[in-house]
C-alpha cells in the first residue's frame, strides 16, 4: 500500500448522549445507515448533498447522486466517482449510529471504551491505487457518551475524510474503505448535552487595578468567556476554544480613545490572525498576521471623509512592501517599498478625472525622487529623470503623432533648462540653448531637406529678444539677419 492513513484526529464538536446505549449487536449494516447525511466536496470546489438510503429490508444501502455513487452491505464501504472527489463527509446521527473507532474492550482497565459498544477500529482503506501516493486523512467529531458516564473519546457521530493529500488531489474512480460503525438500541436516543457552566465574578473593591471588575464564564469546567469593565469605560469581551484564547473584542464606551471598537482574533496556538479597528473618524482597518506577523492591512473610509475610498498595505517580516489606494475620483495609485523606504508609485486616472492617463514614479533608497513618465490623455509621453531630487532630463514623446514634432529632450541643471533638443515630423531638428531659463540661441538643421535652406542659427539677448539670425541656404549661400530695438535704430 503506497497511501499512508494517518492517525484520526478527534474533535468533541457537539457532544451528544444516549441513555439505552448501543444494541447487543453491534456489527451494523448498510440497512441501518438509512437517514444518514453526506457532503461530496470536488476538486472544483462544488458540494454534493445526499441522504443515505435502505437498498432492501436487511442488509444493504447506500446513496446515489450526480458524480458519487457509494454502498455498504457490511464488509466494506464502496464509493465511486465521475469527479475528482477532495473530501467526503458522513453524518451518522440521522441514522441513530455512531463510529466507534478504538479497538479495546469493554473490560480493559487500561482501553478507551464506552459501556455497551464492545470494540471497534478506526478508518481505514481497503484497496489501493499501486500508482497513488500521498495520504488521507480521517477526523471524526461530535463526541457521543452513555448516560452516567463521561465521554470516552471512542464513539462519535461524523467522520469528515481528506483525500486532497493524495497524488492525484483526491479520488477519482472507484475506492473501498470501511470504519467501525455501532447502532444505537432506540431510534433517536442522541441528545445533545448541555454544557455544565459555571460563571466567577471579581470587582476590585479597593481600585488597586486599571479595570473595575470582569466575570469568567467555564462550560465544563473549561474557560470560555471573559468580559470585563475597565475603570475607563472600555468594555473588554474575551472568547476560549479548549482554555485557549480565540478572539478578543473591546469597545470603548466612554470615547476615551480614537477608536470604537476593535476586535482581534487568535489560533489555537495563541497567535494573532486578524484585527479590526473602527476608528472615531470612521476609518476600519482590518489587519491579517500569519504566525504572529503582519501580511496585510486595509483601511476603508466608511464614513467618506477622506479624498480615498479604500487603500491595502502588504508585509512581508512585518515590513509594508506595497500599497495599493483607490481614491474617490476613481484614481488608483500602487506604491511599492524596499526595507520600508518607497522604492516606486503608479497612477493610473480610472475616469478620466486628470489630463493623463496614468504616470510611474521612481525613487532611490534615500526616498529621492529617480524618474517619472507620465502617458497624457492627448498621446504625449513625458518620462523625467532626478539626480539628488533635482530634475536633469525630460524626454517628452508624441505617442499618438498628434503635433508636429516627435519628440524633444529638455535638459536642466539646478533644476533650470539649459537646453532643448526636439525632432520634428517632417525631420527638421532644432536646438535650443538657455541662460537662467531664458532661450539665447536656436540652432535648426533640414534633416529631411523640406526647406530651402540647410540650417540656421538665431541668437537672443538675456531679455529674450531676437538679435540676430545666420542662415545657411541649400545652394550654399548664407544671410546674416541682425534685429534691432528701437533705440539702437535711433
Not at 464509493?79 to 479495546?104: G, H, Q, R
Amino acid at each position: 500500500m503506497v497511501t499512508i492513513i494517518n492517525d484520526p484526529i478527534t474533535l468533541d464538536g457537539v457532544r451528544y448522549q444516549t441513555t439505552d446505549g448501543i444494541r447487543e449487536d453491534t456489527s451494523s449494516r448498510g440497512v441501518d445507515l438509512a437517514g444518514a447525511l453526506i457532503v461530496a466536496t470536488y476538486g472544483d470546489g462544488t458540494t454534493e448533498n445526499l441522504t443515505w438510503t435502505a437498498f432492501d429490508p436487511y442488509t444493504f444501502g447506500g446513496a446515489t447522486g450526480t458524480d458519487i455513487a457509494m454502498s455498504f452491505g457490511f464488509a466494506e464501504h464502496i464509493l465511486t466517482t465521475t469527479k475528482l472527489l477532495t473530501s467526503l463527509e458522513v453524518n451518522l446521527k440521522p441514522a441513530s449510529s455512531v463510529f466507534d473507532i478504538t479497538t479495546t474492550m469493554e473490560d480493559d482497565p487500561d482501553g478507551i471504551n464506552t459501556p455497551t459498544s464492545k470494540n471497534g477500529f478506526p478508518f481505514e482503506i481497503l484497496s489501493d491505487d499501486e500508482t497513488e501516493t500521498g495520504s488521507v486523512t480521517a477526523t471524526y467529531s461530535n463526541i457521543v457518551s452513555l448516560t452516567g458516564h463521561p465521554a470516552e473519546g471512542d464513539l462519535f457521530t461524523t467522520i469528515l475524510i481528506d483525500f486532497s493529500s493524495l497524488s492525484a488531489g483526491g479520488v477519482l474512480g472507484e475506492i473501498r474503505w470501511n470504519s467501525d460503525i455501532d447502532t444505537l438500541e432506540t431510534a433517536g436516543d442522541l441528545v445533545p448535552v448541555s454544557p455544565l457552566v459555571t460563571t466567577n465574578t471579581v470587582v476590585d473593591t479597593n481600585e488597586d487595578f486599571s479595570w473595575a471588575t470582569y466575570t469568567d464564564r467555564f462550560e465544563d469546567n473549561v474557560h470560555v468567556l471573559r468580559e470585563l469593565t475597565y475603570d475607563n469605560g472600555r468594555l473588554l469581551e474575551v472568547t476560549f476554544e479548549g482554555g485557549i484564547k480565540t478572539q478578543a473584542s473591546i469597545t470603548d464606551a466612554q470615547d476615551a480613545y480614537n477608536w470604537e471598537s476593535y476586535v482581534d482574533t487568535f489560533d489555537l496556538t495563541g497567535s494573532r490572525v486578524s484585527r479590526g479597528v473602527t476608528y472615531d473618524d470612521g476609518r476600519q482597518v482590518d489587519t491579517t498576521y500569519v504566525d504572529g506577523s503582519k501580511t496585510s492591512q486595509v483601511t476603508t473610509d466608511l464614513a467618506d471623509v477622506f479624498s480615498w475610498a479604500t487603500y491595502t498595505d502588504s508585509f512581508e517580516d512585518n515590513v509594508r512592501v506595497l500599497r495599493e489606494l483607490t481614491y474617490d475620483n476613481g484614481r488608483l495609485l500602487e506604491v511599492t517599498f524596499q526595507d520600508g523606504i518607497k522604492t516606486q508609485e503608479s497612477a493610473t486616472d480610472t475616469q478620466g478625472a486628470y489630463n493623463w492617463e496614468s504616470y510611474v514614479d521612481t525613487f532611490d533608497l534615500t526616498g529621492s525622487r529617480v524618474s517619472r513618465g507620465v502617458t497624457y490623455d492627448d498621446g504625449r509621453q513625458v518620462d523625467t529623470t532626478y539626480v539628488d531630487g533635482s530634475k536633469t532630463s525630460q524626454v517628452t514623446t508624441d505617442l499618438a503623432d498628434v503635433f508636429s514634432w516627435a519628440t524633444y529632450t529638455d535638459s536642466f541643471e539646478d533644476n533650470v533648462r539649459v537646453l532643448r533638443e526636439l525632432t520634428y515630423d517632417n525631420g527638421r531638428l532644432l536646438e535650443v540653448t538657455f541662460e537662467d531659463g531664458i532661450k539665447t540661441q536656436e540652432l535648426a538643421t533640414d534633416a529631411q531637406d523640406a526647406y530651402n535652406w540647410e540650417s540656421y542659427v538665431d541668437t537672443f539677448d538675456l531679455d529674450g529678444d531676437h538679435v540676430l539670425r545666420e542662415i545657411t541656404y541649400d545652394d550654399g549661400s548664407e544671410v546674416i539677419i541682425s534685429y534691432l530695438d528701437d533705440l539702437s535704430l535711433a
